[in-house]
């Protein structure tokens, strides 16, 4: 009996005593989960006594040394301090609710930052020193213990703007403001004031304008001409003033949308390499040439940002002749293009390209890769001659060749490009620097793209975009239903081309710049950006295939021009009908040379380098040309497109009526309606509708004849018509019925209208 109690004892003192010996420990136990709602109504019920005492509202001889010290301490700051605790001694009561607001410790710690230097402040303007803050004026002790030594070391004027920053902090951290937030406030902010500053620039050109025209033309109305241009003596000189400039640098500009300015995209670096490198790799290719008894000499080098090209011109073997004459031999060209891999080793890089011969030149090229390779930026590719010289709103900056020069083409005169080359080669970021580029140098009612996007995540970040014709898609059914969208455009397009007289989409858009009828409006151009062929291909390869080859046959005359990329270059994906309609290919680094002759009739792809690197073949051009890539980062395409989104709200572009594009609705989403309404019905059911607008009755029998299908499935037809409200009810017999419509009606758009 005594070891027992003894037992319980020592339960009871470690904490191992079952839960109903004693009511201590049940007291304890039920109050333990509710410990912290009990710590919060006593921090709420003090604070609140603490705020009336404060107030004079209530008076006591324990209350009033309480306040008179908090006074001393915090001065006017006991209010908020308080006021803060008893919302922490709330949250802590009603925090098993299921609240609608989350409280961070951040916030909290905001908020006590905010409270501090305002204390500081305030004994600053009111505190009157040490005697004040014992008074409890200003901010207290704390306001004169903060204040002082910062007023001190750093004077009133640099210790208010480190208060004011720090107040800034504080917010940020009540706020939950993100530096992401912070980044995007200020890159709206300056796109607002670019815009601005270039609306002013304008005003004030146009008024100097105007009061130039009109002094010139009061004082020489006697030479105005009948084209408009006035002509005045100055000085001995001529003035001519044109009128129409301003009309025409304002068709050029897109109407009132100011293109973006080049500060939204980044400067390039500078390329420098060492002069020692350079003549350390010169005598390593001559002396591995001479060793296997190939003399020769490296004439020239051409620096480029991933590559270096060294210009090899072949020498002379001495040979012993049939008569015994020694004569000089020309080394050949594939001997030394044969010894790739041993030039690779002895220069001590992993991959090694020789283009033999260069075109053009009567050199060997051998390319080296550098130690280091440059990003190449899309502004120094906008901003270099290059690509001025190329005279179309569709010109497009490829990057650098192995001498560093910038290279650009016209994407119309393709008319298309095909793109192809392993994960992770760069791809994709040649397709945001094309799309970046035709955005940056076209207004949206110059230019209309269409994205699709099988890996769903490439173009996302385009969504939003003023250009762009409805959104991006991402799923195969309504990819299919883009493509065949694409191709009654196309096909309309010509229509409207040969009741106009026109050739292609630039005559067309001429003749209605002249037209004064105000219904005429031009038509945009259309980029159609693929990013993943294999996939569609692999899923739907008679759809896409066939419709794909059918855009890039007729699509170039009516402005609509394909960009396709691909990961698997194989003759399965890359057809030979594919092939010969886009005679424009780019193929970054493949697998093997296979894969490199599929995609560009060559080999030499397998040795690109990656990260960009890739060889272009130009449909004018008999070999491809090395290419560094431009390289866009997402901030330079985030703030294109914020600068478009912008100017879009500001400036809002009359809608064209060759394109019925909302923001909440594709072009093309009612033909897809349309598309799966037939098929899951019938696919004859547009043309059994063709057939019985012609007539004024029609039986089963008679679609049944006429199709030459089977019973069945012409009296299923029979009663899709009946479905539609488009004949009578049916009759005994199997007699003929009348239609109920006329030759113009649609009844397939009136039913998914409505």
Known sequence: MTRSRSTSSRQRRTGTAPVDQTWDDRIIRGLT??????????????????????????????????????????????????????????????????????????????????????????????????????????????????????????GPTLAGVVALITVAIGVVLVAKIGYGDVVMWLNRSSIKLLIWSDEIDMEVAERQAQMEQARLAQSSRQNSGQDGASVQSQNGGMVVIDRSAAARAKELSGGNTQLPPLSLLDEGTVLNLSEDDIDEKKRIIEQTLSDFGLPATVTEVRRGPAVTQFGVLPGYNEKSGPDGEMKQYKVRVGQIAALQKDLALALQVSRLRIEAPVPGRGIVGVEVPNSETKIVSLRAIIESEAFQKVDSFLAVGLGRDVSG??????????????????????????????????????????????????????????????????????????????????????????????????????????????????????????????????????????????????????????????????????????????????????????????????????????????????????????????????????????????????????????????????????????????????????????????????????????????????????????EALHELGLVDDPKEGGKTRRILLSGEEDPLGELLDS
Request: hydrophobic share 45%; net charge neutral; charged share 25%.
């Open 33 to 154: 989960p509710w410990k912290w709602e009990i710590a919060g109504l006593l921090l709420f019920v003090m604070a609140i006594v603490t705020m009336l005492g404060f107030l004079n509202v209530t008076r006591s001889g324990l209350l009033d040394p309480w306040t008179t010290l908090l006074r001393q301490i915090a001065g006017w700051g006991v209010l908020p301090l308080c006021l803060t605790v008893a919302l922490l001694g709330l949250y802590l009561v009603i925090r098993r609710l299921e609240l609608q607001f989350t409280f961070q410790s951040s916030q909290l710690i905001g908020i006590e930052i905010i409270l501090l230097v305002t204390l500081a402040l305030s004994h600053l303007f009111f505190g009157n020193g040490l005697n004040g803050a014992l008074l409890g004026k200003g901010g207290g002790l704390i306001g004169w213990a903060l204040s002082e030594p910062i007023v001190e070391f750093l």
């Open 405 to 718: 020069a910038p290279v650009a083409t016209d994407l119309g005169a393709l008319p298309h490009l095909l793109i192809a080359g392993t994960t992770g080669s760069g791809k994709s970021v040649c397709l945001n620097a094309i799309i970046t580029c035709l955005v940056f140098n076209n207004p949206p009612e110059r230019l209309r793209l269409v994205m699709i996007d099988p890996k769903k995540v490439e173009f996302i970040r385009f969504n939003g975009l003023p250009h762009l014709l409805g959104k991006v898609e991402v799923e195969g059914e309504r990819i299919i239903g883009v493509l065949r969208w694409l191709a009654i455009e196309m096909d309309r397009r010509y229509q409207v081309f040969e009741q106009v007289g026109a050739r292609n989409l630039q005559e067309y858009n001429k003749k209605i710049s002249r037209s004064k009828d105000p219904k005429d409006k031009k038509m945009p151009l259309i980029g159609v950006f693929i990013d993943e062929l294999a996939d569609l291909i692999t899923s739907y390869p008679g759809d896409v295939e066939r419709t794909l080859c059918r855009l890039a046959q007729m699509a170039r005359a009516t402005g609509i021009h394909l960009v396709v990329a691909t990961q698997r270059p194989s003759t399965d994906v890359i057809t030979g009908l594919i092939k010969a309609n886009f005679p424009a290919r780019a193929s970054f680094s493949v697998a093997s040379n296979t894969d490199s002759r599929v995609i560009l009739d060559s080999i030499g792809a397998e040795q690109l380098l990656g990260r960009g690197d890739m060889l272009f073949l130009s449909p004018d051009a008999s070999a491809p040309v090395r290419l560094q890539g431009c390289f866009v980062s997402d901030h330079e395409m985030e703030r294109v497109v914020e600068y478009w989104q912008v100017a879009k709200g500001e400036d809002e572009p009359e809608p064209e009526p060759v394109i019925d594009e909302t923001k909440e609705e594709s072009p093309w989403d009612k033909m897809i309606v349309r598309s799966n309404y037939i098929s899951e019905r019938d696919e004859m059911l547009e043309e059994v509708i063709e057939l019985a607008k012609k007539r004024d009755s029609i039986s089963t029998s008679f679609i049944q004849r006429k199709l030459r299908i089977g019973y069945p499935r012409a009296a299923r037809l029979m």
